[in-house]
Structure formats: structure tokens, C-alpha cells
């Protein structure tokens, strides 16, 4: 068995059913006005997170890029965003990477992304001039572990390549020195925009188990 779904590709349009059982359980969205102008319009509840997380990452290095205020300022409230962010993430996801065997991706989120408010606030506090110089470089690093790790765990192709995008975006840095902010800002929140609107290859816990299972009865037919 291969470790990651190759029969299935990279990405493609959602197949999603409108199964009023399915719609519940992943807590769908639907916005019927996105289906006139050919998007998906229905948004599982891993799609919502991303689509915040899209927004949050966008919303806070553009602001940090075209707004003059302050470090301190913005320190306070890049955090109030992005624990927000953290914990509607958490009510979104939280049953079902529980009900998948995944709850440890979730945890994982949390934790980088706490590190990552945690550093940031503290580079401002203490006056750390190497990572207050590397703030962009910090968010891209942390945001390819999470991909990396949901790679990993949903054991899927096309959170490889998003993890690699982050990491070489942070050699594509040094070139845009004036606009670092926008550029991160921009891939972070490109990336879980697309991942929002589109269904990627993966394999979960259960679907691995039920393969298993019919490959033992082939075996033993």
C-alpha cells in the first residue's frame, strides 16, 4: 500500500454530497451566491478554519506592512487575532479530528501557532533584534511544519508541496526586502484559500483501516 493516495489527484473539484448527515457532522457552510461564480459554496468545518486562518494571516502581515503602528501595538493586537483565531479553530475541527484519529494535528496547530505568538511578542518585549528582523522567516517556518505534520498525518501530497512553497518563499525574502510582510501574508493566506475551496488527496485513520480489512479478506478468500 502506498503512503500517500496516488490514484486520487493532488487536488480537484470537491465531491462532496449534499447528504444533510454529512452536512451536519462537518458543520458544512453552504453560500449558495459562491456556486453562481463557479466556486465550491460549501464549506466543511476544516474549510471555515482555513478560510480564518486565510484571512487572520492576510489581514494582520498586510497591516503590518502598510500601517504605521507600532510594534507594541501591534504585538497586542496581532495576539488577540490570532488566539481568536486559535480557539474558533479548535470549536470548528475538534470533533472531527477526534472522530478521525487526528486530534494530535489539531493539538499540533495550537502549539505552533502559540509558539509563534509567544516569540513574536516576546522579540518585541526583550528587544530580540535577530527574530523582530525575522518575523516573516518565523510565520513561513512555522506555518511549513504544520504542513509538514498534516502531511503526515493525512498522509497527503499536496500539503507537501504547500509546505515547500512556505519554505521557499523564505528564500524569495532576501529579494523583496521592502515588502516582506505582503508577500508573506499573501502566500499564507493564498495557500489556505485554495486548500479552503478545493478537496486534496489524503488518507485518514479510518480509510487506512477499512483497506487494511479488505486486503486481509483478499488475502484470505
Request: overall charge neutral; some cysteine.
Amino acid at each position: 500500500m502506498s503512503f500517500f493516495k496516488s490514484q486520487q489527484p493532488i487536488l480537484q473539484k470537491k465531491q462532496l454530497s449534499f447528504n444533510s448527515q454529512q452536512l451536519f457532522f462537518m458543520k458544512c457552510l453552504r453560500v449558495k451566491p459562491l456556486e453562481w461564480i463557479n466556486l465550491s459554496g460549501i464549506y466543511t468545518c476544516i474549510d471555515q478554519a482555513m478560510i480564518i486562518w486565510g484571512f487572520v494571516a492576510g489581514f494582520i502581515f498586510i497591516t503590518a506592512q502598510f500601517l504605521p503602528f507600532s510594534w507594541t501595538d501591534q504585538a497586542i493586537f496581532w495576539s488577540i487575532i490570532t488566539l481568536i483565531a486559535i480557539v474558533l479553530m479548535v470549536i470548528l475541527t475538534h470533533s472531527w479530528t477526534i472522530s478521525e484519529g487526528i486530534a494530535w494535528l489539531l493539538y499540533g496547530w495550537v502549539t505552533l501557532m502559540g509558539l509563534g505568538i509567544i516569540l513574536t511578542d516576546c522579540s518585541i518585549v526583550f528587544h530580540w533584534g535577530y527574530i523582530l528582523s525575522h518575523l516573516c522567516h518565523l510565520w513561513l517556518i512555522l506555518s511549513a511544519i504544520g504542513y509538514g505534520i498534516t502531511a503526515w498525518g493525512m498522509r497527503s501530497r499536496a500539503f507537501v508541496i504547500a509546505g515547500i512553497i512556505h519554505l521557499f518563499s523564505i528564500c524569495i525574502l532576501p529579494l523583496v526586502i521592502g515588502w516582506q510582510f505582503a508577500l508573506t501574508g499573501l502566500i499564507m493566506m493564498s495557500n489556505l484559500l485554495v486548500f479552503a475551496e478545493v478537496q486534496w488527496d489524503m488518507w485518514l485513520i479510518k480509510d487506512l483501516d477499512e483497506r487494511k480489512n479488505n486486503q486481509y479478506k483478499i488475502n484470505f478468500s
